[in-house]
């Protein structure tokens, strides 16, 4: 049975970092493109990063602060998120491309 379990979500300043993982179950991160999405209230859900094989890929809108990155012995994908701002206030999921999975998501809220 594929899972992904999100964690690592919380409140934090502007200017902050947090770091958010994402476990697998059921499935190998090893040989999956993975992604980062994030939802805003009132807004549709958008790319945050994707990871396939060793390339990366970032929104514009991230670029230089967030980090996408993994560890296929823990097979988990992390996303590590620095000098955050009020605008990345969202419900950040975790997704597997290929095979259309998506975790239950994790909340990221940054005060200003």
Same mark, same amino acid.
């Given at each position: 049975q ?52 060793? =390339? ?23 996303l ?22 998506w ?7 940054? =005060? =200003?």
């Open positions: 594929v899972q992904l379990a999100e964690s690592g979500g919380g409140l934090v300043q502007a200017g902050g970092s947090l770091r958010l993982s994402c476990t697998a179950s059921g499935f190998n991160v090893r040989f999956t493109a993975m992604g980062w999405y994030r939802q805003a209230p009132e807004k549709q859900r958008e790319v945050v990063a994707t990871i396939i094989r060793g =390339s990366t890929n970032y929104a514009d809108f991230v670029k230089g602060r967030f980090t996408i990155s993994k560890d296929n012995a823990k097979n988990t994908v992390y590590q998120m620095n000098n955050l701002k009020a605008e990345d206030t969202a419900i950040y999921y975790c997704h597997a491309e290929a095979l259309g999975y975790g239950q998501g994790t909340q990221v809220t940054v =005060s =200003s």
